[in-house]
């Protein structure tokens, strides 16, 4: 097996490759690209609209319904197939259309950019598309620039890698083309390799080019998710288990009654014919349209707060999960360095604000607030400094070159410092640039006739070139080089990256072409620390998910100092937490690394394996996992998870294919408005299923007494679809537009093993079916048996008597809790619009001619109609009293028992 190239040297690596610091002839990079292909990432697999258009049709519940419409055809029931297949083709296409929609936008946010690369062929340097590197190239990279492709390092100038989307690492990183002897080196620590996708922030660099496409450490992740199974989100495992128990229960349900039938000596076709009938009323036939309604709306809700869902099916999923796992670097910080602390002899103060926004003010935390040595300081550190820091737009902020350099105009901005404006007054006259075997910058600056020199660089670096201190009344006090390595220490400590700055008097002679290398007999100013600044909305959003009861776990490849910081400040852990790294995870068995991940909520210097391998331990634990992530590093743990979700404007393509979900403004607060959201469509399934499963049941149970008592069928198949599908349908489409349940925000995620059919539906279940079946099946023995009426007028009764009770029923099933009488018809409009409407479309049916023939109908008198609401009022005594017992009961356990 050949050593891999950051163990070669420069030479060897050429060797290897066969190619020079020439670079190649044009005709052997052609052959290359010919051979190994184009220099980029196979394009993201779309659905096809007819893969899109067929994946509709799927499920359990689904396959029911067609069996049933086949079952309809061959018994010669033409109208129930219609029926039946009318809402098939219609919850098709509303899935169809929500779904190619959100694939659009995704789409979108995929930049397809080409950029363009600056190569050496044949000792000439010359521009081409990234896309035609090969394997050998000699490329050259400047500030600014994104690396197209793995390179080994053949030469650098005070480079700075931002190699954040692959490793996770908030500082950006220098580099060493000296080869490295560790052979199982992580790609973080391989410091003498580039690679592609990520970007130079500072310097200039050289790279021989490795890897190209596919073979790159990004190509390598994207091809990995192929191989990562992609966890159902927990609407779809709810939803199946539901299914097959319908299926089940309508089987059980269609062979007892066909068996009771056979008993009671009916024929058997006209057995058969009340079986299919059953069938049909046990099948919730709305129930696909009624949870695609519900996802639709649901999915329009969270688009409005940037929330966008790829797939339907998963609308719901973040507000079913126990666990958010989260990357910490452009998820839960901005990926913006930030001066937060600065030292100087007169004592600390902390600097507020956050990213490129000068923003913020200054508060002493030690020593004297009118620090003169603070302004000093940041005036050195603006002059000693390369980048530039201009307003674009609004708030935002065009920055270029060092993002340390940025970080310090920035702070110099919120005490009014502004480079542009010093340099009038302090005439630059000879600048000397970072760079890394030196450790330190330093600018040469003329005010009057007085030149001086402004530094800034490693502590150390800086430390040994001064000679005193500046005090908080702007005198030179004596330097305490014990006290500043001591606060050095401390600020290290909590993950903050330290600089020092210092100045001095120059020569009066000094010029650009002999500024001397090292300055001496400098005053230090202090120490100033920064950091990848918290997004100051994650530490609400934090907040907002613990009293969601949901719990948060910063899983990133940054060190743990850094990563624990960060966690305790935006409230992950409390101060005395602890972080394990990728290193430990390394050393733990199976038991170990699952008592780690359901104990310890930081995990640092993790690698994609490491991520993917926490989500995977979380789920066998029982727990419903969304991981949120923006790097390539993050993809293979975004696409196992039950919800991935990607961040999508600084999210690499890789990690927004891979996720289901994608935050289009990056916040992680907008995750908390996924959460809620996610909830309040999983509250609205289950009630549209509570509402759908309670009536169908009722509906079995009016035919199984009707048929006990010898009586004909109340209800014709026909009947009862128009029942469950027109009437019913209309109202569960305003039933998914309910908005969310006060305090949603403050209850626990449903158990991650909750069915949908769980006990307090069961319960609700038995109540409302009896009183439907005993309703129905009583009324309508006493239409025939004591009012004397025909079936047919007694028919027409009970299907307005179904019909009422579905309207009236809309109504208890708002919430499983809440009273009706307290939770008000107007809170939904659409809901009560939509049980009106019913109703009237049903009146309607009733007095016009072809509906009449169709359904089998005919109107009724207004006393009768009255009669039969009176009957419907007893389904809402019903619930209502269920759900007093409910609450009664739940305050009875609040109560604490007293000795």
């Known amino acids: 097996m050949d050593a891999p190239f950051h163990t070669l040297s420069v030479e060897q690596s050429l060797k290897r490759l066969g190619s020079s610091l020439d670079g190649l002839t044009r005709e052997e990079a052609a052959a290359r690209l010919a051979r190994d292909g184009r220099n980029e990432l196979p394009p993201p697999k779309r659905s096809s609209w007819i893969l899109i258009l067929l994946r509709q049709f799927a499920g359990p519940l689904i396959a029911v319904l067609i069996a049933a419409a086949v079952v309809s055809v061959l018994l010669g029931d033409i109208n129930d197939a219609l029926f039946i297949g009318g809402v098939l083709v219609f919850n098709a296409l509303i899935g169809f259309f929500q779904e190619v929609k959100a694939e659009r936008e995704i789409i979108r946010l995929f930049t ?41 390092l053949v030469s650098e100038r005070d480079l700075k890698i931002d190699e954040s989307a692959l490793t996770g690492e908030s500082m950006a990183a220098s580099k060493d083309p000296a080869p490295l002897d560790d052979l199982e080196a992580v790609a973080a620590d391989r410091v003498n390799m580039l690679f592609a996708g990520t970007g130079i922030t500072r310097g200039r660099a050289v790279g021989l080019v490795t890897a190209t496409g596919v073979n790159t450490e990004l190509g390598e992740v ?21 299914s097959r128990h319908i299926a089940l229960g309508t089987v059980i349900a269609c062979v007892a009654v066909f068996g009771v039938g056979l ?81 100087t002899a007169g004592g600390l103060h902390e600097i507020t604000g956050a990213g490129y926004s000068p923003e913020g003010e200054v508060i002493c935390l030690e020593g ?65 640039p970072f760079e890394s075997d030196r450790q330190f910058a330093a600018s040469y600056n003329r005010v009057g006739e007085d030149l001086a020199v402004h530094v800034k660089g490693a502590p150390e670096q800086v430390l040994s070139m001064c000679v005193n201190a500046l005090g908080p009344d702007g005198s030179t006090v004596p330097l305490d080089e014990q006290a500043v390595r001591l606060r050095l220490s401390e600020l290290s400590s909590t993950g903050l990256r330290v600089l020092g700055v210092a100045r001095g008097p120059a020569p009066s002679g000094i010029s650009r072409e002999d500024a001397p290398i090292r300055p001496e007999g400098l005053t230090f100013l202090g120490l100033v620390a920064m950091r990848d600044a918290p997004r100051a909305e994650a530490m609400e959003a934090i907040r907002a998910c613990h009293d969601a009861s949901v719990r948060v776990i910063v899983a990133t490849g940054d060190h743990a100092e850094t990563a624990l910081a960060v966690a305790i400040e935006l409230g992950v852990v409390a101060r005395g937490a602890r972080a394990i790294t990728g290193r430990e995870i390394e050393t733990l068995d199976e038991d170990g690394f699952a008592t780690a991940a359901r104990e310890i909520n ?28 923006d790097g390539a590093n993050d993809a293979g743990a975004l696409k196992a998870a039950h919800v991935g979700v990607a961040m999508g404007k600084r999210g690499t393509d890789v990690a927004k294919e891979a996720a289901r979900v994608v935050i289009t403004d990056d ?36 035919i199984l007494l009707t048929i006990l008592a010898g009586l004909p069928m109340p209800m014709t198949a026909v009947q009862l679809l128009w029942a469950n599908l027109v009437t019913e349908g209309l109202q569960v489409i305003g039933l998914a537009l309910e908005p969310g349940a006060k305090g949603i925000l403050h209850r626990p995620p449903r158990p991650p093993n909750e069915r949908i059919l769980n006990r307090l539906m069961i319960q609700r279940t038995v109540i409302v079916a009896g009183v439907i079946g005993v309703a129905i099946a009583g009324s309508y023995g006493y239409m025939l048996n004591v009012a004397h009426m025909t ?8 299907v307005l008597l179904l019909v009422l009770i579905e309207n009236v029923h809309i109504g208890n ?14 809170r939904n409009p659409w809901l009560l619009g939509a049980a009106l409407l019913a109703q009237a479309v049903h009146l309607l049916a009733m007095n016009w001619e072809p509906t009449q023939k169709m359904l089998g109908l005919q109107p009724v008198s207004v006393t009768m109609w009255l009669a039969m609401f009176g009957l419907s009022l007893g389904v809402f005594a019903a619930v209502e009293l269920h759900k007093l017992w409910l609450r009664l009961r739940e305050k009875k356990a609040a109560v604490p028992v007293e000795a």
């Open 112 to 152: 397809l950019m080409r950029t363009m690369t600056r190569v050496e062929r044949e000792d000439e340097l010359q521009e081409i598309d990234s896309v035609d590197l090969v394997v050998g190239d000699i490329v050259w990279l400047e500030s600014g620039a994104r690396v197209p492709a793995d390179m080994r």
């Open 222 to 242: 994207a091809a990995g998710l192929e191989q990562t199974r992609r966890a159902k989100p927990p609407l779809v495992m709810r939803m199946e288990k539901l």
């Open 263 to 343: 008993l009671r000596g009916f024929p058997i076709g006209e057995t058969f014919l009340i079986s299919v009938a059953l069938a049909v009323a046990a099948i919730p036939e709305g129930l696909p349209v009624a949870i695609t309604l519900s996802l639709a709306v649901g999915l329009k809700r969270m688009a409005a707060r940037r929330v966008l869902v790829r797939r339907l099916d998963a609308v719901e999923g973040l507000g079913s999960c126990t666990v958010i796992c989260t990357d910490k670097t452009g998820t839960l910080t901005l990926n913006q360095l930030t001066v937060n602390r600065i030292a």
């Open 368 to 432: 004297e607030q009118s620090d003169t040595a603070l302004k000093a300081l940041l005036l050195s550190a603006c002059l000693a400094n390369e980048a530039t820091l201009a307003r674009a737009k609004g708030d935002e902020f065009h920055v270029s070159g060092d993002p340390t350099d940025v970080a310090l105009l920035v702070a110099g901005r919120k005490l009014g410092l502004k480079r542009e404006q010093l340099l009038e007054e302090h005439i630059e006259v000879a600048p000397v």
């Open 602 to 629: 930081v995990f640092a210097r993790v690698t994609p394996l490491h991520k993917l391998r926490l989500v995977q331990a979380l789920q066998q634990r029982g727990e419903l996992v969304a991981m949120t992530g």
């Open 667 to 702: 916040n992680f607060a907008s995750i908390v408005g996924g959460i809620e959201e996610g909830r309040i469509v999983h509250d609205n399934v289950r009630n549209v299923v509570a509402l759908l499963v309670t009536t169908g049941v009722g509906e079995v149970l009016a």
């Open 791 to 798: 079936p047919f007028e007694a028919g027409n009764l009970a």
């Open 813 to 826: 099933c708002r919430s499983e809790y809440e009273s009706g009488f307290t939770n008000s018809p107007l």
